[in-house]
Protein backbone atom coordinates (compact mmCIF):
# COMPACT_ATOMS: atom_id res chain seq x y z
CA UNK A 1 0.00 0.00 0.00
CA UNK A 2 1.55 3.70 -1.39
CA UNK A 3 2.55 6.07 1.84
CA UNK A 4 2.57 9.19 1.87
CA UNK A 5 4.86 11.76 3.90
CA UNK A 6 4.61 15.27 3.70
CA UNK A 7 7.65 17.61 4.24
CA UNK A 8 8.53 21.67 4.82
CA UNK A 9 8.88 24.15 6.60
CA UNK A 10 5.85 24.85 9.39
CA UNK A 11 6.30 28.09 9.44
CA UNK A 12 6.41 31.05 6.66
CA UNK A 13 6.51 34.97 6.74
CA UNK A 14 3.74 36.80 4.30
CA UNK A 15 4.48 37.35 0.71
CA UNK A 16 7.09 34.36 0.68
CA UNK A 17 6.38 31.26 -1.27
CA UNK A 18 6.01 27.86 0.31
CA UNK A 19 7.58 24.83 -1.18
CA UNK A 20 6.17 21.63 0.20
CA UNK A 21 7.40 17.50 -0.82
CA UNK A 22 5.73 14.19 -0.63
CA UNK A 23 7.38 11.38 -0.76
CA UNK A 24 6.03 8.38 -1.95
CA UNK A 25 6.63 4.94 -1.08
CA UNK A 26 5.28 1.33 -1.67
CA UNK A 27 3.50 2.21 -4.89
CA UNK A 28 4.49 3.15 -8.16
CA UNK A 29 4.00 7.07 -8.67
CA UNK A 30 3.15 6.35 -12.57
CA UNK A 31 0.12 5.01 -11.29
CA UNK A 32 -1.70 7.97 -9.01
CA UNK A 33 -2.63 11.29 -9.73
CA UNK A 34 -1.22 13.32 -7.14
CA UNK A 35 -3.37 16.18 -5.14
CA UNK A 36 -2.93 18.67 -2.63
CA UNK A 37 -5.51 19.26 0.06
CA UNK A 38 -5.86 21.71 2.39
CA UNK A 39 -7.64 22.38 5.68
CA UNK A 40 -7.79 25.56 8.16
CA UNK A 41 -7.62 24.89 11.29
CA UNK A 42 -10.88 24.52 12.99
CA UNK A 43 -12.22 24.66 9.26
CA UNK A 44 -12.77 22.03 6.14
CA UNK A 45 -10.80 20.82 3.57
CA UNK A 46 -10.28 22.78 -0.01
CA UNK A 47 -8.96 20.54 -2.92
CA UNK A 48 -5.40 22.67 -4.34
CA UNK A 49 -5.06 20.63 -7.81
CA UNK A 50 -3.80 17.92 -8.87
CA UNK A 51 -0.63 16.59 -10.79
CA UNK A 52 -0.54 13.76 -13.29
CA UNK A 53 3.16 11.52 -13.17
CA UNK A 54 3.13 12.78 -17.10
CA UNK A 55 3.31 16.45 -16.03
CA UNK A 56 -0.23 17.51 -16.68
CA UNK A 57 -2.10 19.66 -13.97
CA UNK A 58 -5.01 21.09 -13.00
CA UNK A 59 -5.22 23.69 -10.00
CA UNK A 60 -8.29 25.67 -8.18
CA UNK A 61 -9.31 28.83 -9.78
CA UNK A 62 -9.22 30.30 -6.50
CA UNK A 63 -5.34 30.18 -6.45
CA UNK A 64 -5.46 32.60 -8.90
CA UNK A 65 -1.67 31.65 -10.74
CA UNK A 66 -0.10 31.09 -6.95
CA UNK A 67 0.19 27.81 -7.39
CA UNK A 68 2.82 25.09 -9.16
CA UNK A 69 2.74 20.93 -8.40
CA UNK A 70 5.29 18.73 -9.89
CA UNK A 71 6.41 15.52 -10.18
CA UNK A 72 10.14 13.87 -9.72
CA UNK A 73 9.82 10.22 -10.58
CA UNK A 74 13.39 9.94 -10.25
CA UNK A 75 12.70 10.75 -6.69
CA UNK A 76 9.46 9.75 -5.69
CA UNK A 77 8.31 13.06 -4.78
CA UNK A 78 5.36 15.44 -5.62
CA UNK A 79 5.52 19.27 -4.83
CA UNK A 80 3.61 21.98 -3.82
CA UNK A 81 4.77 25.69 -4.52
CA UNK A 82 2.08 28.25 -3.21
CA UNK A 83 3.51 31.95 -3.90
CA UNK A 84 2.65 35.16 -2.06
CA UNK A 85 1.35 33.99 1.15
CA UNK A 86 -1.05 35.35 3.38
CA UNK A 87 -2.17 34.69 6.62
CA UNK A 88 -5.45 32.90 4.62
CA UNK A 89 -3.06 30.47 3.72
CA UNK A 90 -2.43 28.73 6.82
CA UNK A 91 -3.90 25.11 6.85
CA UNK A 92 -2.63 21.61 7.03
CA UNK A 93 -1.19 20.72 3.44
CA UNK A 94 -2.15 16.99 3.03
CA UNK A 95 -0.85 14.85 -0.32
CA UNK A 96 -3.37 12.91 -1.85
CA UNK A 97 -2.60 9.72 -4.17
CA UNK A 98 -5.79 8.48 -6.22
CA UNK A 99 -7.05 5.94 -8.35
CA UNK A 100 -10.18 5.43 -9.84
CA UNK A 101 -11.45 3.47 -6.27
CA UNK A 102 -8.64 4.06 -3.58
CA UNK A 103 -7.37 7.18 -1.75
CA UNK A 104 -4.04 7.86 -0.06
CA UNK A 105 -3.56 10.63 2.16
CA UNK A 106 -0.21 12.01 3.65
CA UNK A 107 -0.62 12.81 7.29
CA UNK A 108 -0.60 16.43 6.40
CA UNK A 109 1.75 19.09 7.42
CA UNK A 110 0.74 22.40 9.08
CA UNK A 111 1.97 25.38 7.39
CA UNK A 112 1.11 28.85 9.62
CA UNK A 113 1.76 31.72 7.68
CA UNK A 114 2.99 34.74 10.39
CA UNK A 115 6.04 37.03 10.59
CA UNK B 1 -20.16 23.01 -7.91
CA UNK B 2 -21.22 23.94 -4.49
CA UNK B 3 -21.77 20.64 -1.79
CA UNK B 4 -24.39 21.39 0.88
CA UNK B 5 -23.91 18.95 3.63
CA UNK B 6 -26.94 18.21 5.94
CA UNK B 7 -27.43 18.40 8.72
CA UNK B 8 -24.59 20.35 10.21
CA UNK B 9 -24.77 18.56 13.29
CA UNK B 10 -26.06 14.85 13.93
CA UNK B 11 -26.77 13.50 17.96
CA UNK B 12 -26.83 9.70 17.83
CA UNK B 13 -26.24 6.56 20.11
CA UNK B 14 -24.24 3.46 19.64
CA UNK B 15 -26.43 0.98 17.74
CA UNK B 16 -28.97 3.54 16.33
CA UNK B 17 -28.86 4.03 12.46
CA UNK B 18 -27.58 7.87 10.50
CA UNK B 19 -28.40 9.15 7.74
CA UNK B 20 -26.42 11.85 6.08
CA UNK B 21 -27.63 14.44 3.35
CA UNK B 22 -25.33 15.73 0.77
CA UNK B 23 -27.17 17.54 -2.16
CA UNK B 24 -24.84 18.87 -5.43
CA UNK B 25 -26.10 22.42 -7.11
CA UNK B 26 -25.71 20.89 -10.01
CA UNK B 27 -25.32 17.30 -11.62
CA UNK B 28 -22.34 15.27 -10.33
CA UNK B 29 -20.91 14.01 -13.24
CA UNK B 30 -20.70 10.46 -13.42
CA UNK B 31 -21.94 10.52 -9.98
CA UNK B 32 -18.12 10.90 -8.75
CA UNK B 33 -19.13 11.38 -5.17
CA UNK B 34 -16.77 10.52 -2.16
CA UNK B 35 -17.52 10.36 1.32
CA UNK B 36 -14.76 10.11 3.94
CA UNK B 37 -14.48 10.19 7.35
CA UNK B 38 -12.20 12.59 9.73
CA UNK B 39 -11.57 12.19 13.09
CA UNK B 40 -9.37 15.01 15.13
CA UNK B 41 -5.81 15.08 14.29
CA UNK B 42 -6.17 12.89 11.82
CA UNK B 43 -6.06 12.75 7.86
CA UNK B 44 -9.53 11.98 6.25
CA UNK B 45 -10.02 8.34 5.20
CA UNK B 46 -11.88 7.31 2.17
CA UNK B 47 -15.43 5.48 2.92
CA UNK B 48 -17.28 5.56 -0.35
CA UNK B 49 -16.21 6.20 -3.65
CA UNK B 50 -18.39 6.39 -7.04
CA UNK B 51 -21.81 7.78 -5.24
CA UNK B 52 -22.18 3.89 -3.54
CA UNK B 53 -18.89 1.88 -3.67
CA UNK B 54 -17.03 0.99 -0.32
CA UNK B 55 -13.46 1.49 -0.20
CA UNK B 56 -11.24 -1.50 0.96
CA UNK B 57 -11.42 -2.30 4.75
CA UNK B 58 -14.71 0.04 5.50
CA UNK B 59 -17.50 -1.99 7.37
CA UNK B 60 -20.64 -3.05 5.52
CA UNK B 61 -22.38 -1.03 7.93
CA UNK B 62 -21.30 2.28 5.96
CA UNK B 63 -23.33 2.45 2.54
CA UNK B 64 -23.55 5.34 -0.07
CA UNK B 65 -26.32 5.73 -1.95
CA UNK B 66 -28.08 8.70 -4.83
CA UNK B 67 -27.26 10.09 -7.88
CA UNK B 68 -27.75 13.43 -9.90
CA UNK B 69 -27.31 15.96 -7.02
CA UNK B 70 -28.76 14.15 -4.03
CA UNK B 71 -26.89 11.37 -2.57
CA UNK B 72 -26.87 9.80 1.04
CA UNK B 73 -24.23 8.39 3.31
CA UNK B 74 -25.73 5.84 5.87
CA UNK B 75 -24.35 4.35 8.91
CA UNK B 76 -26.41 1.39 10.31
CA UNK B 77 -25.92 0.54 13.92
CA UNK B 78 -23.16 3.15 14.79
CA UNK B 79 -20.06 1.83 16.76
CA UNK B 80 -17.97 4.28 18.84
CA UNK B 81 -15.63 4.82 16.62
CA UNK B 82 -17.85 6.18 14.15
CA UNK B 83 -18.46 9.24 15.97
CA UNK B 84 -16.30 11.87 13.47
CA UNK B 85 -16.54 14.94 11.09
CA UNK B 86 -17.65 13.26 7.34
CA UNK B 87 -17.46 15.46 4.71
CA UNK B 88 -18.65 14.59 0.53
CA UNK B 89 -16.38 15.70 -2.36
CA UNK B 90 -17.36 15.74 -6.30
CA UNK B 91 -14.95 14.83 -8.50
CA UNK B 92 -16.63 14.72 -11.32
CA UNK B 93 -16.00 18.09 -12.16
CA UNK B 94 -12.96 20.80 -12.15
CA UNK B 95 -12.57 22.47 -9.70
CA UNK B 96 -13.15 19.18 -7.19
CA UNK B 97 -15.13 20.50 -4.18
CA UNK B 98 -16.03 19.24 -0.54
CA UNK B 99 -19.49 19.68 1.41
CA UNK B 100 -18.61 21.69 4.71
CA UNK B 101 -19.36 18.35 6.39
CA UNK B 102 -21.84 16.85 9.38
CA UNK B 103 -20.46 16.33 12.77
CA UNK B 104 -22.00 13.00 14.01
CA UNK B 105 -21.83 13.51 17.71
CA UNK B 106 -22.71 11.08 20.49
CA UNK B 107 -26.02 11.88 22.07
Known sequence: ?115 | IVLSQSPGTLSSSPGEGATLSCRASQAVTSNNLAWYQQKPGRAPRLLISGASSRATGIPDRFSGSGSGTDFTLTISRLAPEDFAVYYCLQYGSSPYTFGQGTKLEIK
Open chain 1, 1 to 115: QVQLQESGPGLVKPSETLSLTCTVSGGSISDYSWHWVRQPPGKGLEWLGYVYSTGSTNYNPSLKSRVIMSVDRSNYQVSLKLTSLTAADTAVYYCVGATDDSHYWGQGTLVTVSS
